[in-house]
């Protein structure tokens, strides 16, 4: 969020504040305020992966949606998602090889999108 949107949220718990409780000077500004801005602000750490890449099938099924996320999406994000691809068809035991190579050389270039965007 940035500062406008910091004092609208703050300009908006300061008129609640005034409309539902008497005005008490000493506990508007400050740690009430705070408290409650510190309580509806949370940062999302997650990765949100396109599918879950522990299933060959899906793999398959969503390579390009998988590729673009790898060469588009956020870099620490991505760089765990291409790790666990690899993983799951580097360990499939039903794709043959030729496959195999040729995923993990498509997975190689969305990688080395990624370093040249």
Not at 8 to 19: G, K, P, S, V, Y
Not at 58 to 86: M, N
């Amino acid at each position: 969020m940035n500062f406008p949107n910091y004092l609208i949220l703050a300009l908006a718990i300061f008129h609640i504040n005034i409309n539902t409780h008497t005005l008490n000077l000493p506990n508007v500004p400050g740690t009430n305020a705070k408290s409650t801005i510190e309580q509806t602000i949370t940062i999302d750490h997650e990765c949100h992966y396109p599918f879950n890449p522990s299933s060959i099938v899906t793999i398959l099924i969503f390579q390009q949606k998988g590729k673009s996320y790898i060469s588009k999406g956020e870099k620490r994000c991505a760089w765990h998602f291409a790790t666990e691809v690899e993983n799951t068809i580097s360990d499939s035991v039903f794709l043959p090889n030729y496959l195999k190579k040729k995923l993990l050389r498509d997975i190689e270039k969305a990688k080395n999108r990624k370093q040249s965007i």
